[in-house]
Every structure is written in structure tokens, then in C-alpha cells.
């Protein structure tokens, strides 16, 4: 083409056109080279238009600016055909990244990531070291001040300040044995004297189980122990008090010395028994100095710091009745006892010879060295707060809670019934007990006693004991001693209720089909009465043995040859072989439920395989005695016995306690009971219990083997329960065993008519003095009179005449009598397995499930053994508010 067929130059810098010219200009073919290469007309015209003045020096070079450029051909002068490129300014945090496109520009760098945990690490050492800065070391006695729980009489005034943290004494490092100190220290945290005073895996550990909803208990340091104890107004397992404690004892560890934190924590940590701190524990259980602990008490009240309630060998009964026995505390005490002294030795704090020395626990004392809990006091206090406890679903303060103190306890005991209640035991004990002129029977006399008030279920009194920093088991709570016919009125109600089986033999109808039963029912008193089933068939055990029921005494009532008697009489006598048989025909099983609807617990019950069951082998406690006689006395309404009726705090009212009311029985059957019980008092075996210008109901109960006698009765306006037994208050001796009162306080024999009315009477006397006295309900007439069997022919057959001549041998039906030979005094007593035994008077039965073997099994141990006569010690509550009147006004018992 010539020259002046050429279009004029464009201005410099030309918009898309000269772009595109420039790109096609850059080769005249497909392998033409890039401009400038060639040094024809067209590279000076491309330089002079405005291109780019780089010449590319070959197409490998051209290729790959054409590819930074961001196209697939394109010119030095702009973008080609491809993708547009990313933006072109960078920012401070390159994020999106600039230099990226597509899926990359999201993906950060490795210097942005290394940046922003730098950023994250640095921002968290700076957070700890504000904290740091900013928290001091608190004040220990700001925040450790000691508070009691101070508990009130009915009326209000104060009973007793006791039970929170008081009881701390605060002493040097150096009256502190270096036992005590090593021991800690190898047990809680061997790196104490190198450690910064955390932690860090022991937290972490715990921060993490509380946000998982885990256990919220790490492991901590002795320091952190120590701040959280004495420094820290918070015993929360939360995160902001896990942040506040960590750097506290940061703190801590850093500006004090290891031997005051040492110190700090050995005063201010809890031991149990109300004692705070190392002085106070070594008082409170060994009744001694701290100075003076020898290595294996120091190892044991290492132990103790893991939890009091479950390491104190005394046991906790109270507040945990099947944890924290006296036999479960001892095992785990020793068993962490002895690991203590192992560690001891391995980290070069003992030697092995003087480790040898500890293989048992200690000799401990009483848990009680608090002189304002002695006397009742401490037995009032115990059941308060195991109300408090075993309710703290509905009283809102655990065990801990009540431990840190700071509560005002209103009970419901009465000052006035208290004391009275005492008095009269102590009476009997003055007058009548004379363990140095009768030690062979007078020794280990106890006697218990509980009053509770029909209208709301309040207790009004208890006596528990000689003392209670003596005697250390409260005996109006539980004590394994069987009631004896005290419980012939559940059957009685049972009978009223329910009605007795009709005799149809069908054992299902026989349920339904019932026949009310009045008081002037007949049936029989003969003595050695075999008893039969209600079809009519002989009663008979596993065994295909017979049941013959005696009587007191041997002897028979009525008259010959029917020797039929009412229920009336049949109470008022204590005729066991008229309950006995009134006990099968209507169903034990009813008669239990009798026993249950009024108030007695069905733990504490013998079982009802045996007709035995009647007469009273259950071992009830005083408090559910006299509640369950109270719903007689309130016309078949039954409340639950409680101590406290309100807690308050700083804060205000934290519980209040509300009565609720359960009909038990119909009025008309309640009454009819108490109407047949004012005779027993009036004209039977209860004459003693008469109060002047009063009526009374009420029942005697004397156990087989004279081990135990009650008196339960009431009136309108109080309920009243008082057991009597000698058991050995002396917890060295094995195997102990209730033992008999024959001989005891000068008597012949213990029934409940002798020492336990007469206590009953004088403090009833007094307890009733002020308020007017009020007659019972007139009770509507109840039931049908029921003959439980027609009259015997008038020539019985030959077995029967042997049968009503009573024989010192058993029946060929009978097991072999046991081995010992029982003393004068005893021929009348019953045996296991006896079953042609005599139940003395108010007798707890025959057979199995009577005392002799524990009152436990209810019967169904297939033979006797020399261990059974071991298994009473087992059926006796052991420690303070334990067994089954440990519930004594709670949901649960």
C-alpha cells in the first residue's frame, strides 16, 4: 500500500481503537515476531502512537507479559480478551486478598492467620495481666467472719447458737506438727512449695466440666483450697468465680509466703463436728492440742478434709441414713488414711518404720465436745437439722449450706415439755436404777421418749438420752427396739377398716367379701391356741409347722370350754392369742397398710410371713409411735411429725413449714380404737398412765425375752411414746445385743405397766397442767359381731386335750429347742422358731421376727443359727438421727 494511502498519526495515548491497532500491529502473521524485533516502519510507528516503549525480545517473553497483563495475547499498552484483574490497591488487613481472584482471594494468608493469633495470645496476656493488676489480696477476716445457726424454742426465745463456723481456733505454723503439714501436702498437692498457686490442667480441667454440665470439681492447689476457703465470700462452682479464684491465687502465691498459706489453709479448712481449722479438729476428735497429733491422726484428718460427712468414723446417719454410716465412714477413712501415710513415705516425708506404726484408724471420741449441745439440747438440734436436710427439696438448704451457718432455726419443741420430759426419766433412774447395787441387771438401762401434737404434727418433746455428749444416739429416733402390743391397735383398725375375710375358701373372693368388725366381737383367749387360716384350715409355715399362740403367763381367758372373749377385753388383757388370730383372719398385709396409713414407716416393719407380725416384732421409733397414735387421736387424721416450722436468713424467709392432712382412718373407726384404749388405761394394763380429771387411751407393750417394754397413749391434746431396754452404750464391745429386764430396777419383770407408764403419767401430768382438759369424740357404733370360730365339742379329741395342757417340751412339729438351757426366769420367753413358745404379757411375738432374732427378717430365715442372735446389733439405728426416725418429718420419712 503506498505511503499516502496511510491514515494520520492518532493523538498519543489513543482510546480502544489505537489499542487494537496496536495489538494487530504487533505481528503480520501468524509466527511474525513482536514488534521492535524486526526494525521495519511499522516498530517506529508503534513507538511513536503512544505504545508501550518496552520491546519484547522474543515470544516466550512476549507470552508471559501477556499473561501478567491478565489476558491470553495481550499488549504491552492494556488488558486482552481474558478475565479483568483484581483491583489494584492494597489495604491494611488484605482481606479479601488483593492480588486474588475467584476462590483464593477468601482463602487468608499465612501471615494474616499468624497475625491474628499473635493478635489473640497477646490481647489474653494482657486481659491476665489487667487482672492481674487490678486484684488484690483480700482480707481473710472480712470474708471468713464465723456464723452460728441459731435455733429457737417453739416460743421463740433461744435455744442454742451453735452449728456453723464458730468454733475455729486460729494458731501458728509452729504449733502445727510437721506431720500435719507433710501430710496435706502429699495428699493435696506435692508441688505446693514449687507451684505458682495453680493449677493450670486442674482448672482448665474444671472450666471445662462445668460448661459441659460435668463435675464441677477440679484439682486445685492448697492455695487455691485456701483463698476459696478464707478469702473468697463465694463458695459457687461457677465460671466467674473459677476466673476470680485463679487469679487471686495467682496473686496469692506470688506477694505471700508459702508457710502462711500453709497455715492459712490448715485454719480455715472444715473437719466436720462444727470444727473449722486444725486446733479445733484436733479438740473436736481426739480432745487434744494439735501439737500433740502423732503421724497416724495427722493422716487421718487429711482424710477428713476430703469430706467430713462421709470420713468421720462416728457416721452421718442423720443426713445421708445409708451413706454415711459409722460402718462405710470407718472403711473409706482408713482406706484414705493409709494412702496418705504410702505417699508420706514415697515423696521422703516418713520413714517406713514409723509408717508401720499406723495400720488401724485412731481412737476417736465423741463427736461431741460443744458443751452447749449437752443435756436434750444436742438431740434437738440433731433432729432440726436433719429435718432441715433430709427435706431440702422443700426447705431449699443442703447440708453445706446449713454447715456455713448464718440461719435462724425455729422448732417446734416446747422449753417446758423438754424439761419436763426429763424429769420424770430422771426420776425413774434415781428411785429405781441401781447399776452399783445391781449390776447384773441395772447396767446399760436407756430409756426414749417423743410427744407430738395430734392437731399439726409438731413435735413438742423428746428425750434421746442421758446426754448428748455422752450418749451419742438419739433414742427417740430409731433404736432397733421392738414395740411389742403397742401394735395390736393397728390391728384392731385393721379390723374395723377393712373387715375380716368371710371363710368361703376362695382366697380371691375372700378379698372382697368382708364382714366389719365390731368391738364386741368374739374371740378366743385360750392359751396355746392354734391358730388357724380364715377358711377354717390350720395355719401353717414353709415348713408344714403349726402355730400355737400363748399368752402371758401361760394362761387362758373366758371361760372354759369356749374361753371366748370380746376385743375390748381382749385389748384391755393384752391377750395375744385373740390378735393373733383377729391379725390372720383379716390379712397381715391389711394390717400393715393400717400401720403404714397411720404414720409408721414401712422400713421399719417386720415382714408378714409370720402371725407373729400382730403382736408387734417391728422396731418403729418413739417419734412415729406417738405421731401414729396421734391419728387415733385425731379422729383418723394423720399429719407428719416435724421439728421446724421456719428457717430465715440475712436475706429473709428461706422455709416455712406447711401442715398436710391425709385421712387415714374414718372417724368412726379411729374412735371406736381410742374408745376400746381408754379401757385398757381405765381398767387394763395401762391403770398406771391415769391422768386426774383426764381421759386417756393408750396401749403397754413388753417384747419377748423382756428386752424391751413401751407405754404409747394419749390424749385430745398430746401424743406420747416411751420405750424402755438395756443395750451397752459402748460401741468397744462386738456384737452387741439388747439385753433382758429381768431383775432390772428391782422387778420381777419390765412391762410397759411399770417403769414406762409411770415416766408417761408425771410427764404428762405436767405437760398438760395449763390446758383444760377434753373429752374424746363419742364413737358411733361400728361392724358386726363376729364369732371367729363356733364352740368345741364337749369331748374334745385326744390331741386336743394335750393341747390345752401346757408342756415345757416342744411339739414333734416343733425344731429343736436352743441349746442353752434358759434360766427360771426365762421359761416364759420365745425363741426362734419356737413356735409353741410362750409371748410374755405384752409380748412382741413368737417365732421368727421376734426379738431373739433381730426383728428384721420377719421370719423368712429358713433355720436358726448362732448368727442370728448377732443380727440385733444390726437392727438398732446407728448414730445420731439415724435409722428410720432420722425422716421424722419429711416427705420421705
Known sequence: MSEHRRKPPQPQGGGRAAARRGQSGSSSGRRAAPRGATGSPSDSYGSDSGGEGHAYGSRAEARRAAQRGGGRRAGPAGPGRGRSAPPGKKRIIDYPRHDKYGWRRWMPSWKFVTGLCIAFFGSMVAAAGLGYALVSVPVVAETATAQNNVYYWADESQMVATGGERNRQIINLEQIPKAMQNAVISQENKTFYEDSGIDPRGIARAMLNMATGGETQGGSTITQQYVKNAMLDDQSQTLSRKFKEMFVSIKVGTDVKKEKILEGYLNSAYYGRGAYGIQAAAQAYFDKPALELDEGECAFLSAVLKGATYYDPAG????????????????????????????????????????????????????????????????????????????????????????????????????????????????????????????ETDTHVQFGGASVDPATGAIKAIYGGTDATKHFTNNADATGAQVGSTFKPYVLAAAMQWGVRNPNGDPVQAQDERTQVSEKSLYSGKNRLKIKEYDGSVWQNEKGEQWEQVNDGDESYGEAPDYKIDLREAMRESVNSAFVQLGVDVGLDKVESAAVESGILKNSLAGTNYPSFSLGTSSPSAIRMAGSYATFAASGDQREPFSVKKVTSRDGTVYTHKTQTKQAFTAQVADNVTDVLKTVVEEGTGSNAQLEGREVAGKTGTTDGNKSAWFVGYTPQLSTAISMFRYPDDETIKNRQFLEMFGTGGEKKIHGASFPSQIWADYMEDALKDQKAVPFPTPEPIGEIVNDTPSPTASPSPTETEEETPSASPTTSEPEPEPSSPSPSETATCRVFDFNCEDEDDT????????????????????????????????????????????????AG
Open 844 to 891: 412382741g411375738g413368737t417365732g421368727p421376727g421376734g426379738s431373739d432374732a433381730g426383728g428384721t427378717d420377719g421370719g423368712v430365715t429358713s433355720s436358726p443359727s448362732a448368727s442370728e442372735s448377732e443380727e440385733e446389733d444390726t437392727s438398732r439405728g446407728n448414730g445420731n438421727g439415724g435409722g428410720n426416725g432420722s425422716f421424722f418429718g419429711g416427705p
Open 316 to 439: 452421718a446417719t442423720s443426713i445421708d441414713p445409708t451413706g454415711a454410716t459409722p460402718e462405710k465412714n470407718k472403711k473409706r477413712a482408713l482406706t484414705q488414711m493409709q494412702d496418705t501415710l504410702d505417699k508420706m513415705v514415697e515423696y521422703g516425708h516418713l520413714d517406713p518404720g514409723t509408717r508401720a506404726k499406723y495400720t488401724k484408724l485412731p481412737k476417736w471420741q465423741n463427736p461431741r465436745s460443744n458443751t452447749a449441745l449437752s443435756g436434750q439440747i444436742g438431740y434437738l438440734v440433731d433432729l432440726a437439722k436433719a429435718y432441715i436436710v433430709n427435706n431440702s427439696e422443700e426447705t431449699g438448704i443442703t447440708a453445706r449450706q446449713l454447715e456455713r451457718g448464718g440461719y435462724s432455726i425455729y422448732t417446734t419443741f416446747d422449753k417446758k415439755k423438754v424439761t419436763e420430759l426429763e424429769k420424770a426419766v430422771k426420776k425413774v433412774y434415781k428411785d429405781k436404777i441401781k447399776p452399783e447395787e445391781r449390776p
